[in-house]
């Protein structure tokens, strides 16, 4: 692999063996001393254009200050064709791939539409999207082979989705439906067509959970038009913020898992155990504090009843809710009677209740259904935001 720091260490020697600053090898290309400092120090490597001018400066071959990076074969001969201006035809993705760094995307996209009409892989096309731009990028997608896809680097297959144009949807997508690919590829595509994934559970060609998959996506999309960017969660394995209602990719590459519809931050056996509640909060003091937009936390895994009571009665109202138990058999119950399929304002979580990965300061409303008032706890309360409420079978807190 051609290696930029033994590449500009030779040019560096070369230079001082002509007793030249830095600043005068720039002036004789046209360049910065700055320039020529971040090609010595292996940081950047000059267009290739500036190889021949080098090389004449120097009284050496382009293939000597090519070679100087201990290139592979492949390599070598992209690199002196580019940099003598001639085609070539690149029969090593994995070459293209390695130099895309160092390279135009004009010349770039030459050198991957050479390899297309070979099948250029899409794990190759996605190494190399991001120095493409978007228009070379979607005709390449034309030709590209997704038989690799099972085995892509998930977290850069989703930072690079939206490069790939509409196009990559469809094929993930046939791929589902043909079963190659697991139905959380799904999740992949955003605000896919409701439709077709509809028909595919329908006649059971792919899992129902599908549904919830796409119903995050439309429901997340739809609420980044209405409402500002905000993170809920904090990540199980860095602690940072992740990013939205329904829980995406970390920054550390984490992404929790939603399983049957339940986001689990924790494993099934974590997490302290709630005893059931007899005494239910009064639905009326619920309804009584709602306002044009909350967030509310239910505590516990609330009676399904309860829930309907003021859920259909407050729908005039945007009202989103988080139902948080460390019960997993039990808050599975609850999503099951709730038919959670037309609840995408409501999300059900698996986690610690006694310290769940949620913000401070995200909640208008605790309601809490544990028998031991666990809300009450300080840190438990640091979710509510100042003025808001704890609602519990004894009464309302205002905090």
């Known amino acids: ?89 690149p029969t090593n993705a994995e070459d293209v791939v390695n130099l895309a760094p160092l390279f135009k995307p004009s010349v770039l996209n030459k050198l991957a539409e050479s390899l297309s009409k070979q099948g250029l892989n899409i794990s190759h096309l996605l190494s190399l999207a991001e120095y493409l731009n978007e228009t070379d990028t979607g005709k390449l997608m034309q030709s590209a082979s997704f038989d690799s896809l099972a085995d892509t680097d998930m977290n850069l ?32 595509l955003g605000s896919y067509s409701q439709t077709a994934v509809e028909s595919a559970v329908v006649f059971g060609i792919i899992d129902g959970d599908a549904l919830n998959i796409m119903r995050r996506n439309n429901y997340a999309r739809l609420r980044s038009e209405t409402r500002p960017a905000f993170s809920l969660f904090t990540c199980p394995v860095c ?16 992404k929790p898992e939603y399983v049957d519809n339940i986001l689990r931050m924790i494993d099934d056996e974590s997490g302290a155990r709630i005893p059931p509640l007899t005494k239910l909060p009064n639905a009326d003091e619920i309804s009584l504090r709602l306002d044009s937009y909350q967030l509310i936390l239910l505590l516990g895994s609330p009676d399904p009843d ?13 009202v989103e809710y988080i139902v948080l138990d460390s019960d997993v058999k039990r808050l599975k119950a609850v999503e099951e009677a709730l038919h959670s399929k037309v609840y995408a304002d409501m999300q059900f979580v698996l986690d610690d209740v006694d310290s769940p990965h949620i ?39 205002a905090i």
């Open 157 to 188: 297959l989703e930072h690079l989705m939206p490069l790939l144009g509409p196009y990559a949807a469809d094929v993930i997508f046939q791929k589902i439906i043909d079963g190659e690919l697991d139905y959380h590829f799904l999740d992949l």
């Open 239 to 254: 602690s940072q913020p992740i990013p939205g209602f329904y829980a995406r990719r970390c920054r550390c590459g984490v």
């Open 359 to 397: 913000i401070p300061g995200s909640f208008d409303m605790i309601v809490d259904f544990t028998a031991d008032h666990t809300a009450d706890k300080p840190e438990l309360k640091r979710l509510l935001k100042p003025g808001g409420f704890l609602i519990n079978s004894d009464g309302v807190t």
């Open 1 to 89: 692999m051609f290696d930029t720091a033994k590449f500009g260490s030779y040019i560096a020697s070369l230079r001082k063996a002509a007793d030249m600053t830095q600043s005068e090898l720039g002036d004789r290309l046209g360049l910065t001393r700055q320039a020529i400092s971040r090609y010595e120090c292996g940081e950047s490597f000059p267009d290739v254009t500036v190889l021949g001018k080098l090389a004449e400066i120097f009284g050496v071959t382009v293939d000597t200050l090519i070679g100087s990076g201990t290139p592979s074969r492949g390599e070598a001969e992209i690199l002196d064709a580019v940099a003598k201006g001639q085609d070539v035809s």
């Open 306 to 318: 309860f829930v309907t009571q003021f859920y259909y009665t407050d729908k005039q109202r945007e």
